[in-house]
Structure formats: structure tokens, C-alpha cells
């Protein structure tokens, strides 16, 4: 019996760390495929025979994309880590404000990207879609935590 609770508990832990390991990579990759099903909805409804907006219009897609990102990128890193999910949420929370400040700072000061000058697409809001999105994806991971308890 005491070794059937060793096997337990080591199998518990090892789901445990592996959980805590890939918390912040699944995020990152979730943030990234969800931004696939954006542009497909966006360019069919764009495409659509009856709208037929020729050329394509980028503007919504570069400007929804950011708030889709970081709500995906917050909420799944929350939903992954095996405890302390509002405060995993608050962590990534502060990690997407560092890097848009850090984006906007860049751009601001005119700086280089391969060659080629950052610039804000569509006066700005971009950034603020991103700010209004990871605060969204705070409040929807502290809501699935409290309906969770």
C-alpha cells in the first residue's frame, strides 16, 4: 500500500512540475494559434461575396489581433499552471505591460526592426487593444478561479 502511494504522489508531482514547465510556453503558443482562427473569420467575412471589400482590409486584423493575443496569452497561461492562478494571471499581466511598454518606447524613439522603422498602424490603438485585452484575459482568469471555488 505505501508503495502504491509513493507511485501516486510521484506521479502527481511529475504532472505537477510539467505543468509549472510548459505554463508559460502553452501561453505563448496559445496567443499564437488563436490568432489563426482571427484571420480566417476576418478575411471570409472581408471576402464574403455579398461585402467583397477589395483590396482586403488589414486594419481590423492588425488591430484585433493584439487583444485577441493577450487575452488567449493570459487566460491559458492562468488555466495551465497547477496553482496560484490569479497571481500566474497578474504575472503575465505585468509581462505583456513590460513588453508593450517596451514596443511603444521603441517605436516612440524611432528606432530599427531588421531594417525597418517601427511605426504605430492605426494612430496607436494597436497598443491599447493589447492593454484592453490582457486586462480582460486578468478578469476572465479571476472570474473562472472564483466560479472554480
Given at each position: 500500500m505505501?508503495?502504491?502511494d509513493?507511485?501516486?504522489?510521484?506521479?502527481?508531482?511529475l504532472?505537477?512540475?510539467?505543468?509549472?514547465?510548459?505554463?508559460?510556453?502553452?501561453?505563448?503558443?496559445?496567443g499564437?494559434?488563436?490568432?489563426?482562427?482571427?484571420?480566417w473569420?476576418?478575411?471570409?467575412t472581408l471576402?464574403?461575396?455579398?461585402?467583397?471589400?477589395?483590396?482586403?482590409?488589414?486594419?481590423p486584423?492588425?488591430?484585433l489581433?493584439?487583444?485577441?493575443?493577450s487575452?488567449a496569452?493570459?487566460?491559458?497561461?492562468?488555466?495551465?499552471?497547477?496553482?496560484?492562478k490569479?497571481?500566474?494571471?497578474?504575472?503575465?499581466?505585468?509581462?505583456?505591460?513590460?513588453?508593450i511598454?517596451?514596443?511603444?518606447?521603441?517605436?516612440?524613439s524611432?528606432?530599427d526592426?531588421?531594417?525597418?522603422?517601427?511605426y504605430?498602424?492605426?494612430?496607436?490603438?494597436?497598443?491599447?487593444?493589447?492593454?484592453?485585452?490582457?486586462?480582460v484575459?486578468?478578469?476572465?482568469?479571476?472570474?473562472?478561479?472564483?466560479n472554480s471555488?
Amino acid at each position: 500500500m505505501a508503495d502504491q502511494d509513493f507511485q501516486n504522489n510521484i506521479k502527481r508531482d511529475l504532472k505537477y512540475w510539467i505543468r509549472w514547465l510548459v505554463f508559460f510556453p502553452g501561453a505563448i503558443l496559445a496567443g499564437i494559434l488563436v490568432c489563426f482562427p482571427l484571420h480566417w473569420i476576418l478575411y471570409s467575412t472581408l471576402r464574403n461575396e455579398t461585402i467583397f471589400i477589395d483590396p482586403y482590409p488589414e486594419l481590423p486584423e492588425r488591430l484585433l489581433t493584439p487583444f485577441v493575443f493577450s487575452i488567449a496569452f493570459i487566460w491559458t497561461g492562468s488555466k495551465i499552471a497547477p496553482e496560484y492562478k490569479v497571481k500566474i494571471s497578474v504575472i503575465l499581466f505585468g509581462l505583456m505591460m513590460f513588453l508593450i511598454g517596451g514596443f511603444v518606447f521603441l517605436t516612440l524613439s524611432g528606432a530599427d526592426l531588421m531594417g525597418r522603422k517601427l511605426y504605430f498602424q492605426g494612430g496607436g490603438i494597436g497598443p491599447i487593444m493589447a492593454i484592453a485585452g490582457a486586462v480582460v484575459g486578468v478578469y476572465v482568469a479571476w472570474r473562472d478561479f472564483r466560479n472554480s471555488n
